[in-house]
């Protein structure tokens, strides 16, 4: 089993200011993971994901995450933050094994950019 | 690609009436999940489907609700009666086992609300 805990439900930052949205995860096998974007009304958008590989990954939107095992977490980051990043955020784990599981899904984190 | 399609967008009815959610996958896809997001609990999968067969169901709520996926191309939530607690947003989403591993695309969610 898997969980994803998002250590803050609400971050708000000022415009053009850096941003870290906190991740952790707990699993007993080797996964992928995910951090989504929600816009109000819509539905989930990929922004990047960890498989395998440089622990170091690059998403759209100017978002970078870092995996750290040893830490179990997976966080993500811009450092510049645009009125247009206020949504959502999603971090999301998935076994890695040779199905395709469904992902669990943390309480997500609602960013809040100030102008 | 059109991208997943849900309908209704937006679904209210009474209290022991029958819902029915549908979803059409992205072509070619062959793997098709139902999630349910609300503030209390979060993003929850419901059930997932491999080329049309239900792979795991653990997370169904209750024998009130229902899945199925008679095509390649179609697959429905049924809610049998339905409770106001059912209230949420249902997310359907597919994936491609040849595609990026775990990643999942999203349609744009079925507001229900049960008065």
């Known amino acids: 089993a898997q969980s994803v805990t998002q250590l803050d439900s609400q971050v708000p930052v000022f415009e053009e200011a850096p941003v870290e949205l906190r991740c952790n995860y707990s699993?007993?096998?080797?996964?992928?993971l995910f951090w989504y974007v929600q816009y109000p009304n819509q539905g989930l958008q990929l922004l990047l994901k960890?498989?395998?590989?440089?622990?170091l990954v690059k998403g759209i939107n100017g978002f970078e995450a870092e995996f750290n095992k040893s830490q179990t977490s997976f966080h993500l980051r811009k450092p510049s933050v645009h009125i247009s990043d206020t949504a959502e955020y999603f971090c999301a784990v998935s076994g890695s094994g040779g199905g395709a599981d469904g992902l669990t899904f943390g309480k997500g984190t609602h960013l809040i950019i100030q102008p | 690609d059109a991208g997943v399609i849900q309908s209704p967008r937006h679904e209210v009815t009474e209290m022991g009436q029958e819902v029915t959610l549908r979803c059409k996958p992205i072509s070619g896809h062959d793997y098709l999940f139902w999630y349910r997001q609300t503030m209390m609990r979060g993003l929850e999968l419901l059930i997932y489907?491999?080329?049309?067969?239900?792979?795991?169901d653990s997370g169904m709520p209750e024998d009130r609700f229902s899945a199925k996926m008679p095509n390649a191309s179609f697959s429905t939530l049924k809610i049998q009666p339905s409770e106001p607690r059912d209230s949420a947003v249902y997310f359907c989403?597919?994936?491609?086992?040849?595609?990026?591993?775990?990643?999942?695309?999203f349609g744009p969610g079925t507001r229900l609300t049960v008065l």
């Open positions: 699993s007993s096998v080797s996964v992928y």
């Open positions: 989403a597919s994936r491609n086992r040849r595609g990026a591993r775990g990643e999942q695309f």
């Open positions: 489907f491999n080329n049309n067969v239900p792979i795991d």
């Open positions: 960890y498989l395998s590989g440089s622990t």
